[in-house]
T-cell receptor
Framework: NAGVTQTPKFQVLKTGQSMTLQCAQDMNHEYMSWYRQDPGMGLRLIHYSVGAGITDQGEVPNGYNVSRSTTEDFPLRLLSAAPSQTSVYFC?????????????FGEGSWLTVV | GQQVMQIPQYQHVQEGEDFTTYCNSSTTLSNIQWYKQRPGGHPVFLIQLVKSGEVKKQKRLTFQFGEAKKNSSLHITATQTTDVGTYFCAPSGGGKLIFGQGTELSVKP
């Protein structure tokens, strides 16, 4: 099993450009999430999904879109990148069911918006 | 929504000293998870606490869940340089995990 795979690992964008961060998991997990991590801010939840076709907003959803067409994939889209979106992004997945399942994280995507 | 406060934000210790980080919530939690993140790495699951007053140990790490299920702590005995990193608490539910701000631990050899 590869676990949770994020691509790209590093990306530099110009303000106003769009891009998609890819996230795939091969553990047949129902729950997937996107977080951003900024210095001194911990990890903040952007969007999450409890199954294919279902998504919901987290703590900081503005400027980001998600979709969940399959169980395996949960891409995060930046429609018009802003310097405030410079951050490290983590995708995570969980088996769901009884609350408190272990959540597995991808290795992160470092995004710089100039 | 669920929010947790974690203290301290930073802790610098001499190798061999003990370390404790605290996680406090204003609401009752159904469960809480603890994660460790090494510098430049991703969060890695350490443990989950579910029951009121629960205490779990992993070698030198001791995790506690308060009787009222509103607070939790992680205690490391005799820290080693391999303990360096940021420790996060996070209540979970429905696949959604909300993290505390974390405690960054540095260990001086």
């Amino acid at each position: 099993n590869a676990g949770v795979t994020q691509t790209p690992k590093f990306q530099v964008l110009k303000t106003g450009q769009s891009m998609t961060l890819q996230c795939a998991q091969d553990m047949n997990h129902e729950y997937m999430s996107w977080y951003r991590q900024d210095p001194g801010m911990g990890l903040r939840l952007i969007h999450y999904s409890v199954g294919a076709g279902i998504t919901d907003q987290g703590e900081v959803p503005n400027g980001y879109n998600v979709s969940r067409s399959t169980t395996e994939d949960f891409p995060l889209r930046l429609l018009s990148a802003a310097p405030s979106q410079t951050s490290v992004y983590f995708c995570a997945s969980s088996g769901g069911g009884y609350s408190g399942n272990t959540i597995y994280f991808g290795e992160g995507s470092w995004l710089t918006v100039v | 929504g669920q929010q947790v406060m974690q203290i301290p934000q930073y802790q610098h210790v001499q190798e061999g000293e003990d370390f404790t980080t605290y996680c406090n919530s204003s609401t009752t939690l159904s469960n809480i998870q603890w994660y460790k993140q090494r510098p430049g790495g991703h969060p890695v699951f350490l443990i989950q606490l579910v029951k009121s007053g629960e205490v779990k140990k992993q070698k030198r790490l001791t995790f506690q869940f308060g009787e009222a299920k509103k607070n939790s702590s992680l205690h490391i005995t005799a820290t080693q340089t391999t303990d360096v990193g940021t420790y996060f608490c996070a209540p979970s539910g429905g696949g959604k995990l909300i993290f505390g701000q974390g405690t960054e631990l540095s260990v001086k050899p």
